[in-house]
């Protein structure tokens, strides 16, 4: 089940308001109807705490998407960061589940439409795969 949630400006960095079940297009209209410009005014003003985004989530897979726009609505861009939840192996090869967070600094509306469309249909080979060649572009590995 895909749910969302929104972190405002203001917020602590682990605070959210949940707000429920959703799908690629209802997410998608989230993300167009967010009132980006203000939030990010409110953030430049403030300078302190998380961006203002949006985190689409897959509580059963233990993935997040979460999304945060950059600049104003002629040169918008995206930050995003996958977030999900692997088994390592540890010591005496015994297997823990570790936090695996990967950050992509810089895409557009249209990578951002991809990796929601691979999220919500749980192609998360093919998703963190995209997020990986991202992120790398970017010049984070």
Partial sequence: MLTYAIQRVGY??????????TNL???MA???AFPWTEQLALWDEQQDGPLPTL?????????????SALG??????????????QMRKGFFGKAKPEQDAAVVDECSRAE????????????????DRE??????RDGRD
């Fill in 12 to 21: 602590d960095y682990k605070q959210t308001d949940p707000q429920g079940e």
């Fill in 25 to 27: 297009i209802a997410f």
């Fill in 30 to 32: 989230a993300i167009d």
């Fill in 55 to 67: 985190v689409l989530q897959n509580e059963p897979d233990q993935r997040e998407l979460w999304i």
């Fill in 72 to 85: 104003d609505e002629r040169n918008r861009s995206y930050q995003l960061q996958s977030v999900s939840i």
């Fill in 112 to 127: 951002v439409d991809r990796l929601c469309e691979l999220f919500c249909d749980g192609q998360y080979e093919v998703f």
């Fill in 131 to 136: 997020v990986a060649r991202l992120a790398a």
